[in-house]
T-cell receptor, first 110, second 116 residues
Framework: GEDVEQSLFLSVREGDSSVINCTYT??????LYWYKQEPGAGLQLLTY?????DMKQDQRLTVLLNKKDKHLSLRIADTQTGDSAIYFC??????????FGGGTRLMVKP | DADVTQTPRNRITKTGKRIMLECSQT?????MYWYRQDPGLGLRLIYY???????NKGEISDGYSVSRQAQAKFSLSLESAIPNQTALYFC???????????????FGPGTRLTVL
């Protein structure tokens, strides 16, 4: 079955890098996503990576994918207080449906 | 204006009451979804619809029903609400015509439901 796991909390200081980790179990996953949820709002797509890629960089965001270990990470460089939110990883299965992890709450301290 | 809207945004109700949560979208997407969010459990899929005549159960459909009144509208009903249905509910849409398996979903702002 499908299972996506994330740690619940991460606390960093402003200006440091944040690394949020995710593990998944479905080896047939084609796309893997990172969504961001700010307080009182719905989820918004942050970035995604196709399963045949190892890395994707988009400004301050770097996504690393290790297919062998089924491990996905999101690195946020120069973390700002506005990055405080809950981050969800999600995998798309063969039926094109998303399975979400439990979310990691990122707290950025000034 | 928001592309995906949900009403109400907050609702407090009592055990046994019937509740309807509504979702509307202006994105022109065929696919619509209902999820519930509980702390630490992420989002779990309740029901989804790939077009007006298509309704499918998700992971946790027991105690819920849905209606796809039009391409733009997808409603979620709790026929007899119970306290463990207290949660944050999200509607989402996606474009069924997107190529391959790319399936970005666009989320509404959520409805916070409390069942006493």
């Amino acid at each position: 079955g499908e299972d996506v796991e994330q740690s619940l909390f991460l606390s960093v200081r402003e200006g440091d890098s944040s690394v949020i980790n995710c593990t998944y179990t479905d080896s047939s996953s084609t796309y893997l996503y990172w969504y961001k949820q700010e307080p009182g709002a719905g989820l918004q797509l942050l970035t995604y990576i196709f399963s045949n890629m190892d890395m994707k960089q988009d400004q301050r965001l770097t996504v690393l994918l290790n297919k062998k270990d089924k491990h996905l990470s999101l690195r946020i460089a120069d973390t700002q207080t506005g990055d405080s939110a809950i981050y969800f990883c999600a995998e798309a299965n063969a039926g094109n449906m998303l399975t979400f992890g439990g979310g990691t709450r990122l707290m950025v301290k000034p | 204006d928001a592309d995906v809207t949900q009403t109400p945004r907050n609702r407090i109700t009592k055990t046994g009451k019937r509740i309807m949560l509504e979702c509307s979208q202006t994105k022109g997407h065929d696919r619509m979804y209902w999820y519930r969010q509980d702390p630490g459990l992420g989002l779990r899929l309740i029901y989804y619809s790939f077009d007006v005549k298509d309704i499918n159960k998700g992971e946790i459909s027991d105690g819920y029903s849905v209606s796809r009144q039009a391409q733009a509208k997808f409603s979620l009903s709790l026929e007899s609400a119970i306290p463990n249905q207290t949660a944050l509910y999200f509607c989402a849409t996606s474009d069924g015509l997107a190529g391959g398996y790319y399936n970005e979903q666009f989320f509404g702002p959520g409805t916070r439901l409390t069942v006493l």
